[in-house]
Protein backbone atom coordinates (compact mmCIF):
# COMPACT_ATOMS: atom_id res chain seq x y z
CA UNK A 1 0.00 0.00 0.00
CA UNK A 2 1.04 3.71 -1.05
CA UNK A 3 2.70 5.20 1.97
CA UNK A 4 0.03 8.51 2.55
CA UNK A 5 1.95 11.82 3.66
CA UNK A 6 -0.59 15.08 4.49
CA UNK A 7 0.90 18.34 3.50
CA UNK A 8 -0.84 21.20 5.57
CA UNK A 9 -2.52 24.15 4.03
CA UNK A 10 -2.83 27.48 5.65
CA UNK A 11 -3.76 30.67 5.01
CA UNK A 12 -0.67 32.22 3.34
CA UNK A 13 1.48 29.10 2.73
CA UNK A 14 3.27 28.90 -0.75
CA UNK A 15 5.17 25.76 -0.82
CA UNK A 16 2.35 23.51 -0.67
CA UNK A 17 1.83 22.01 -3.95
CA UNK A 18 5.89 21.52 -4.78
CA UNK A 19 5.71 19.59 -0.98
CA UNK A 20 3.26 17.20 -2.68
CA UNK A 21 5.66 17.21 -6.12
CA UNK A 22 8.36 16.61 -3.82
CA UNK A 23 6.30 13.81 -1.89
CA UNK A 24 5.01 11.94 -4.98
CA UNK A 25 8.71 11.69 -6.79
CA UNK A 26 9.43 10.25 -3.88
CA UNK A 27 6.97 7.39 -4.61
CA UNK A 28 4.48 8.83 -2.56
CA UNK A 29 1.11 9.37 -2.04
CA UNK A 30 0.37 13.49 -1.08
CA UNK A 31 -2.65 14.37 0.71
CA UNK A 32 -3.65 17.70 0.71
CA UNK A 33 -4.82 18.88 4.30
CA UNK A 34 -7.23 22.39 5.32
CA UNK A 35 -5.90 24.49 8.18
CA UNK A 36 -9.58 23.50 9.21
CA UNK A 37 -9.81 19.92 9.24
CA UNK A 38 -10.33 18.96 12.55
CA UNK A 39 -8.57 15.27 11.93
CA UNK A 40 -5.56 14.33 9.48
CA UNK A 41 -7.33 11.78 7.39
CA UNK A 42 -5.53 8.92 8.23
CA UNK A 43 -2.16 10.32 6.86
CA UNK A 44 0.95 8.30 7.66
CA UNK A 45 3.29 11.50 8.57
CA UNK A 46 2.83 14.97 7.90
CA UNK A 47 4.24 17.99 6.16
CA UNK A 48 3.88 21.85 7.68
CA UNK A 49 5.08 23.83 4.35
CA UNK A 50 6.61 27.26 3.98
CA UNK A 51 5.17 30.45 3.16
CA UNK A 52 3.49 33.07 5.73
CA UNK A 53 0.78 31.46 7.45
CA UNK A 54 -1.76 34.13 8.33
CA UNK A 55 0.76 36.81 6.81
CA UNK A 56 2.98 36.16 10.45
CA UNK A 57 1.04 38.45 11.90
CA UNK A 58 2.10 38.61 15.48
CA UNK A 59 4.90 36.19 15.31
CA UNK A 60 5.50 33.72 12.40
CA UNK A 61 3.46 30.51 12.97
CA UNK A 62 1.76 32.16 15.98
CA UNK A 63 -1.77 32.05 14.97
CA UNK A 64 -1.05 29.12 12.63
CA UNK A 65 -0.38 27.29 15.64
CA UNK A 66 -4.13 27.44 16.95
CA UNK A 67 -5.68 25.93 13.80
CA UNK A 68 -8.27 23.20 13.88
CA UNK A 69 -5.40 20.91 12.24
CA UNK A 70 -2.97 21.33 14.65
CA UNK A 71 -4.78 19.92 17.49
CA UNK A 72 -4.67 16.43 16.25
CA UNK A 73 -1.51 17.04 14.77
CA UNK A 74 -0.11 17.81 17.98
CA UNK A 75 -1.88 14.91 19.98
CA UNK A 76 -0.20 12.51 16.59
CA UNK A 77 2.93 14.19 16.81
CA UNK A 78 3.31 13.20 20.14
CA UNK A 79 2.34 9.11 19.96
CA UNK A 80 5.03 8.89 17.60
CA UNK A 81 3.62 10.29 13.71
CA UNK A 82 6.70 11.52 11.86
CA UNK A 83 6.15 15.50 10.67
CA UNK A 84 7.97 17.90 9.19
CA UNK A 85 8.24 21.50 8.83
CA UNK A 86 9.99 23.35 6.60
CA UNK A 87 10.39 27.37 6.89
CA UNK A 88 7.39 28.75 8.40
CA UNK A 89 6.58 24.92 9.15
CA UNK A 90 9.57 24.96 11.53
CA UNK A 91 8.31 28.40 13.11
CA UNK A 92 5.18 26.49 13.15
CA UNK A 93 6.47 23.71 15.15
CA UNK A 94 8.08 26.05 17.81
CA UNK A 95 5.14 28.00 18.23
CA UNK A 96 3.03 24.27 19.18
CA UNK A 97 5.89 23.51 21.34
CA UNK A 98 6.60 20.24 19.41
CA UNK A 99 10.39 21.36 19.31
CA UNK A 100 11.99 23.59 21.54
CA UNK A 101 13.59 27.50 21.16
CA UNK A 102 11.77 30.40 18.88
CA UNK A 103 12.30 31.85 15.31
CA UNK A 104 13.55 35.22 15.30
CA UNK A 105 13.88 37.77 12.74
CA UNK A 106 17.10 37.39 11.13
CA UNK A 107 19.75 39.56 12.85
CA UNK A 108 20.38 41.42 9.44
CA UNK A 109 16.40 42.15 9.08
CA UNK A 110 16.51 41.49 5.48
CA UNK A 111 14.53 38.36 3.54
CA UNK A 112 17.09 36.50 2.22
CA UNK A 113 17.15 33.99 -0.15
CA UNK A 114 20.50 31.86 -1.37
CA UNK A 115 21.28 28.74 -2.38
CA UNK A 116 22.88 27.40 0.99
CA UNK A 117 25.38 24.48 2.13
CA UNK A 118 24.25 22.84 5.27
CA UNK A 119 25.62 19.78 7.11
CA UNK A 120 23.64 16.90 7.83
CA UNK A 121 24.37 16.25 11.98
CA UNK A 122 21.84 14.00 12.93
CA UNK A 123 21.12 10.94 10.28
CA UNK A 124 19.22 9.29 12.40
CA UNK A 125 15.24 10.65 12.07
CA UNK A 126 12.40 9.79 10.47
CA UNK A 127 13.54 12.35 7.67
CA UNK A 128 17.04 11.71 7.66
CA UNK A 129 18.06 8.53 7.19
CA UNK A 130 19.00 8.79 3.22
CA UNK A 131 21.53 11.10 4.44
CA UNK A 132 24.97 10.06 5.97
CA UNK A 133 26.31 12.10 9.14
CA UNK A 134 28.94 14.84 8.39
CA UNK A 135 27.46 14.73 4.27
CA UNK A 136 27.15 18.63 2.99
CA UNK A 137 24.40 19.22 1.03
CA UNK A 138 22.89 22.38 -0.77
CA UNK A 139 19.28 23.26 -0.09
CA UNK A 140 17.40 26.63 -0.85
CA UNK A 141 16.98 29.09 1.92
CA UNK A 142 14.09 31.74 2.00
CA UNK A 143 13.10 33.26 4.83
CA UNK A 144 12.72 36.52 7.00
CA UNK A 145 12.36 35.71 10.35
CA UNK A 146 15.08 31.93 10.36
CA UNK A 147 17.01 32.98 13.20
CA UNK A 148 16.24 30.24 15.63
CA UNK A 149 17.19 31.05 19.52
CA UNK A 150 17.13 29.58 22.69
CA UNK A 151 18.23 29.75 26.06
CA UNK A 152 22.06 28.93 26.40
CA UNK A 153 20.31 25.42 29.14
CA UNK A 154 18.29 23.83 25.66
CA UNK A 155 20.94 24.80 23.38
CA UNK A 156 23.57 22.32 25.60
CA UNK A 157 20.97 19.93 25.38
CA UNK A 158 19.76 19.52 21.75
CA UNK A 159 24.14 19.47 21.56
CA UNK A 160 24.36 16.81 24.17
CA UNK A 161 21.82 14.61 22.89
CA UNK A 162 22.35 14.74 19.05
CA UNK A 163 19.01 16.93 18.28
CA UNK A 164 20.55 19.58 15.91
CA UNK A 165 19.88 17.83 12.62
CA UNK A 166 21.42 20.38 10.33
CA UNK A 167 23.94 23.45 10.54
CA UNK A 168 24.81 25.89 8.62
CA UNK A 169 28.09 25.64 6.89
CA UNK A 170 30.75 28.55 5.42
CA UNK A 171 28.08 31.39 6.41
CA UNK A 172 25.76 31.69 8.87
CA UNK A 173 22.88 33.32 6.95
CA UNK A 174 20.40 34.67 9.71
CA UNK A 175 22.47 34.95 12.96
CA UNK A 176 21.30 31.78 14.31
CA UNK A 177 22.69 30.27 17.85
CA UNK A 178 25.10 27.73 17.21
CA UNK A 179 24.88 27.66 12.96
CA UNK A 180 21.55 25.78 13.85
CA UNK A 181 19.95 25.01 10.98
CA UNK A 182 17.11 22.14 11.55
CA UNK A 183 16.53 20.37 15.43
CA UNK A 184 14.69 17.37 15.90
CA UNK A 185 12.45 16.24 19.20
CA UNK A 186 13.67 13.42 21.47
CA UNK A 187 12.00 10.86 19.86
CA UNK A 188 13.06 11.94 15.97
CA UNK A 189 10.18 11.24 14.39
CA UNK A 190 9.20 15.56 14.37
CA UNK A 191 12.13 17.59 12.15
CA UNK A 192 11.70 21.11 11.74
CA UNK A 193 14.47 23.09 9.56
CA UNK A 194 14.75 26.36 7.42
CA UNK A 195 15.83 25.49 4.34
CA UNK A 196 13.53 24.29 1.61
CA UNK A 197 14.37 20.68 0.50
CA UNK A 198 11.16 20.56 -1.59
CA UNK A 199 13.00 22.91 -4.02
CA UNK A 200 16.03 20.74 -4.77
CA UNK A 201 14.60 17.50 -5.61
CA UNK A 202 14.59 18.07 -9.80
CA UNK A 203 17.84 18.64 -11.82
CA UNK A 204 16.23 20.89 -14.39
CA UNK A 205 14.91 23.44 -11.45
CA UNK A 206 16.71 25.84 -8.89
CA UNK A 207 19.64 24.57 -7.55
CA UNK A 208 20.11 21.86 -10.45
CA UNK A 209 20.73 19.56 -7.60
CA UNK A 210 18.25 16.44 -5.67
CA UNK A 211 19.51 17.15 -2.34
CA UNK A 212 16.35 17.95 -0.95
CA UNK A 213 14.83 14.42 -2.43
CA UNK A 214 16.51 11.80 0.43
CA UNK A 215 13.90 14.27 3.00
CA UNK A 216 11.25 12.28 1.22
CA UNK A 217 12.51 9.19 0.29
CA UNK A 218 14.00 8.62 3.87
CA UNK A 219 10.41 8.88 5.11
CA UNK A 220 9.13 6.58 2.67
CA UNK A 221 11.21 3.74 3.41
CA UNK A 222 10.48 4.23 7.25
CA UNK A 223 6.83 4.06 6.56
CA UNK A 224 7.27 0.94 4.47
CA UNK A 225 9.55 -0.80 6.83
CA UNK A 226 7.43 -0.25 9.38
Not at 44 to 72: H, K, N, Q, T, W
Amino acid sequence: MTARIGVVTFPGSLDDRDTQRAIRLAGAEPVALWHKDKYLHQVDAVVLCGGFSYGDYLRAGAIARFSPVMEPLIEQAKAGLPVLGICNGFQILTEAHLLPGAMLGNDHLHFICRDQKLRVENADTAWTTDYSAGQEIHIPLKNMDGRYVADERTLDELEAEGRVAFRYVDVNPNGSLRDIAGITNAAGNVVGLMPHPEHAVEPLIGSGRTDGLPFFTSILKKLVNA
